[in-house]
T-cell receptor, first 113, second 116 residues
Framework: GENVEQHPSTLSVQEGDSAVIKCTYS??????FPWYKQELGKGPQLIID?????GEKKDQRIAVTLNKTAKHFSLHITETQPEDSAVYFC????????????FGKGNQVVVIP | GAGVSQSPSNKVTEKGKDVELRCDPI?????LYWYRQSLGQGLEFLIY????????KSGLPSDRFSAERTGGSVSTLTIQRTQQEDSAVYLC??????????????FGPGTRLTVL
């Protein structure tokens, strides 16, 4: 099955700087790559996703890039703010007729004011 | 509109007892998923329901785990004879139509299960 790896496990950045989280996946059939943000005591919330027919997607301060050849995708957060502090999960879904997501182990992002 | 809801939010039980966890998906969503999140880990897929199709149970860790989805809406995850390693946050998600493989999943707040 699909195996998603996520690095680094913890990332500390100064407020205003950029944060980048990288994920790799193993199954070349995967075609859907969402990113979720999870705050303490809450369920994961989708922040951005990308499908395999595009290489980059941007939504305000958040962007995701996808390299299908290398099988990796990255989350970029610019102008970080304290409220960006959370755990971020990447996931991948192969098109096998259902939508089960394979998740990475998560990155703890800490934005230092 | 209302999101995915789960109950209870917290459950403490003794080893060997059975527990039931409930999920109310977003109205109109045909696909429903259960995941498990152990401390410091990512989400582990458990089971997937899509409409009237047979559920994908391939992620259930043992035969002590089972789930139902009645009337295409509410789902119940049952863990029999709980063990300490079952302690985790159990998350439910729903999507409009899971079969396309690119459908957004919306998560509930989870049920934190602690087995003493």
């Amino acid at each position: 099955g699909e195996n998603v790896e996520q690095h680094p496990s913890t990332l500390s950045v100064q407020e205003g700087d950029s944060a980048v989280i990288k994920c790799t996946y193993s199954d070349s059939a995967s075609n859907y790559f969402p990113w979720y943000k999870q705050e303490l005591g809450k369920g994961p919330q989708l922040i951005i996703d990308i499908r395999s027919n595009v290489g980059e997607k941007k939504d305000q301060r958040i962007a995701v890039t996808l390299n299908k050849t290398a099988k990796h995708f990255s989350l970029h957060i610019t102008e970080t703010q304290p409220e960006d502090s959370a755990v971020y999960f990447c996931a991948a879904s192969p098109h096998y007729g259902n939508n089960r997501l394979a998740f990475g182990k998560g990155n703890q992002v800490v934005v230092i004011p | 509109g209302a999101g995915v809801s789960q109950s209870p939010s917290n459950k403490v039980t003794e080893k060997g007892k059975d527990v039931e966890l409930r999920c109310d998906p977003i109205s109109g969503h045909t696909a429903l998923y259960w995941y498990r999140q152990s401390l410091g880990q990512g989400l582990e897929f458990l089971i997937y329901f899509q409409g009237n199709s047979a559920p994908d149970k391939s992620g259930l860790p043992s035969d002590r785990f089972s789930a139902e989805r009645t009337g295409g809406s509410v789902s119940t995850l049952t863990i029999q004879r709980t063990q300490q390693e079952d302690s985790a946050v159990y998350l439910c998600a729903s999507s409009l139509e899971g079969a396309r493989g690119t459908d957004t999943q919306y998560f509930g707040p989870g049920t934190r299960l602690t087995v003493l």
